[in-house]
């Protein structure tokens, strides 16, 4: 390669990192790795300038264009590496390979630790080894399995790092874990995703991280495990829901085509706050019921307010009635947080929803992120703080507001 393409490609590399670290204050073994680690190996099929921006870099869709598996955002990434907390001489299981991170993770864990890479796609782990090999990471072990399971082979691992979007806590991976280790997990959490940072304590996940990434979808058997359910309400709009919710399909379409009740908060909310991760994850811990709503302002109808798209805003119902958030400008860039109901219970709903949101805003907006704490499905949770319970096919989720 001519000095010049080199110096080209450092220069962009360099300054990727700087954007990274703008957006993601990491620790300075994360920013060693970030500088060593060549991108566009990674990437032979994209350009270099694609290459060294902070995006994702879809490398396999499936038939219908959904990906499958991808090459994550840079500052996603630098971001769960913070919450891995990876040290040199480490053994270190990836669920989801793409080559880019596991490099990442073998300059952490250094010479001394090893990599364990698994995909459950045969494409992909060869294209994986493939990159690897490329950059001179040959020490990586690059393996067809699926994640569901983990890797007892070369089990236990210090540190668990699960790249695709997990709607289950399978028990292959606390068990292949040490006490004291630690698990990243990009966890679906009532239509929500939040990358989770966990403790082990041999019994019990703690959470003491938390993000809002998601990342591809998990496949194979924990995809089975559960999965969410779309409830098409009406033309252009759809609820999507955890399996483990009731909702009347039939009775919902028919609170939508009714009349609405239209409710202000009070509560505003400005970009650069990023304030609406915390406020949708309060709800989906105190409402009886809560799901993601999708659809457009003209889908509901013109005259009521925006309700953005594609990744839906907060929404609860009863048996036949609807409520969900909606955001109209407040000034400057500024929006108000309302809600919308329809159904004969409207005017209900709209109290509840209102009322939330406006604790959140007086209590819970700027605080910590909750705590979530993972036990088996068979533990006793007789000494655990109340809070919302979460069950999973082979977890129980307790999700505290400390």
Same mark, same amino acid.
């Given at each position: 390669?001519?000095?010049?393409?080199?110096?080209?490609?450092?220069?962009?590399? $360099? /300054? !990727?990192?700087?954007?990274?670290?703008?957006?993601? *204050?990491?620790? #300075? +073994?994360?920013?060693?790795?970030?500088?060593? %680690?060549?991108?566009?190996?990674?990437?032979?099929?994209?350009?270099?300038?694609?290459?060294?921006?902070?995006?994702?870099?879809?490398?396999?869709?499936?038939?219908?264009?959904?990906?499958?598996?991808?090459?994550?955002?840079?500052?996603?990434?630098?971001?769960?590496?913070?919450?891995?907390?990876?040290?040199?001489?480490?053994?270190?299981?990836?669920?989801?390979?793409?080559?880019?991170?596991?490099?990442?993770?073998?300059?952490?864990?250094?010479?001394?630790?090893?990599?364990?890479?698994?995909?459950?796609?045969?494409?992909?782990?060869?294209?994986?080894?493939?990159?690897?090999?490329?950059?001179?990471?040959?020490?990586? $072990? /690059? !393996?067809?399995?699926?994640?569901?399971?983990?890797? *007892?082979?070369? #089990? +236990?691992?210090?540190?668990?790092?699960?790249? %695709?979007?997990?709607?289950?806590?399978?028990?292959?991976?606390?068990?292949?874990?040490?006490?004291?280790?630690?698990?990243?997990?990009?966890?679906?959490?009532?239509?929500?995703?939040?990358?989770?940072?966990?403790?082990?304590?041999?019994?019990?996940?703690?959470?003491?991280?938390?993000?809002?990434?998601?990342?591809?979808?998990?496949?194979?058997?924990?995809?089975?495990?559960?999965?969410?359910?779309?409830?098409?309400?009406?033309?252009?709009?759809?609820?999507?829901?955890?399996?483990?919710?009731?909702?009347?399909?039939?009775?919902?379409?028919?609170?939508?085509?009714?009349?609405?009740?239209?409710?202000?908060?009070?509560?505003?909310?400005?970009?650069?706050?990023?304030?609406?991760?915390?406020?949708?994850?309060?709800?989906?811990?105190?409402?009886?019921?809560?799901?993601?709503?999708?659809?457009?302002?003209?889908?509901?109808?013109?005259?009521?307010?925006?309700?953005?798209?594609?990744?839906?805003?907060?929404?609860?119902?009863?048996?036949?009635?609807?409520?969900?958030?909606?955001?109209?400008?407040?000034?400057?860039?500024?929006?108000?947080?309302?809600?919308?109901?329809?159904?004969?219970?409207?005017?209900?709903?709209?109290?509840?929803?209102?009322?939330?949101?406006?604790?959140?805003?007086?209590?819970?907006?700027?605080?910590?992120?909750?705590?979530?704490?993972?036990?088996?499905?068979?533990?006793?949770?007789?000494?655990?703080?109340?809070?919302?319970?979460?069950?999973?096919?082979?977890?129980?989720?307790?999700?505290?507001?400390?």
């Amino acid at each position: 390669m001519p000095a010049s393409a080199e110096a080209s490609i450092a220069l962009l590399h $360099t /300054a !990727l990192v700087d954007l990274v670290l703008a957006k993601e *204050p990491v620790s #300075a +073994p994360v920013v060693a790795a970030l500088r060593a %680690v060549p991108r566009d190996l990674f990437l032979p099929d994209a350009s270099t300038e694609e290459a060294y921006k902070d995006n994702v870099v879809v490398t396999k869709r499936d038939v219908y264009g959904a990906p499958l598996s991808s090459v994550s955002r840079p500052s996603t990434v630098a971001a769960m590496l913070e919450q891995l907390q990876v040290e040199p001489g480490q053994q270190i299981l990836e669920i989801g390979s793409g080559g880019y991170n596991a490099a990442l993770l073998a300059e952490l864990t250094g010479p001394t630790g090893h990599v364990t890479t698994i995909d459950i796609d045969q494409a992909v782990i060869r294209r994986a080894r493939a990159c690897l090999g490329t950059a001179g990471y040959t020490d990586v $072990t /690059a !393996l067809i399995n699926d994640g569901h399971f983990g890797f *007892p082979l070369r #089990a +236990p691992y210090d540190r668990i790092v699960v790249t %695709v979007n997990a709607p289950d806590i399978p028990p292959a991976w606390t068990t292949q874990l040490v006490t004291g280790g630690r698990i990243v997990i990009p966890l679906q959490l009532r239509g929500l995703l939040r990358t989770v940072g966990f403790s082990w304590d041999g019994e019990i996940l703690t959470s003491d991280s938390m993000r809002p990434y998601g990342f591809v979808r998990l496949q194979g058997a924990g995809a089975r495990a559960s999965s969410p359910r779309m409830i098409r309400i009406a033309d252009g709009i759809r609820l999507d829901i955890d399996d483990d919710q009731d909702a009347d399909p039939d009775a919902l379409r028919g609170a939508i085509s009714g009349p609405s009740h239209i409710h202000s908060t009070g509560v505003a909310l400005s970009p650069a706050a990023d304030a609406l991760p915390s406020l949708d994850l309060w709800l989906a811990t105190v409402q009886p019921t809560y799901g993601r709503l999708h659809g457009t302002d003209t889908a509901i109808g013109p005259d009521l307010p925006l309700l953005p798209t594609p990744a839906g805003v907060s929404a609860c119902w009863s048996d036949d009635s609807l409520a969900y958030l909606t955001f109209t400008p407040a000034g400057g860039t500024g929006v108000e947080i309302g809600v919308v109901a329809h159904g004969p219970d409207r005017y209900r709903l709209a109290d509840l929803l209102t009322y939330d949101v406006r604790v959140w805003d007086a209590e819970r907006r700027g605080g910590p992120d909750p705590t979530i704490r993972v036990y088996p499905t068979d533990a006793s949770r007789a000494s655990a703080p109340p809070g919302r319970l979460l069950t999973k096919p082979s977890a129980q989720l307790l999700i505290t507001w400390d």
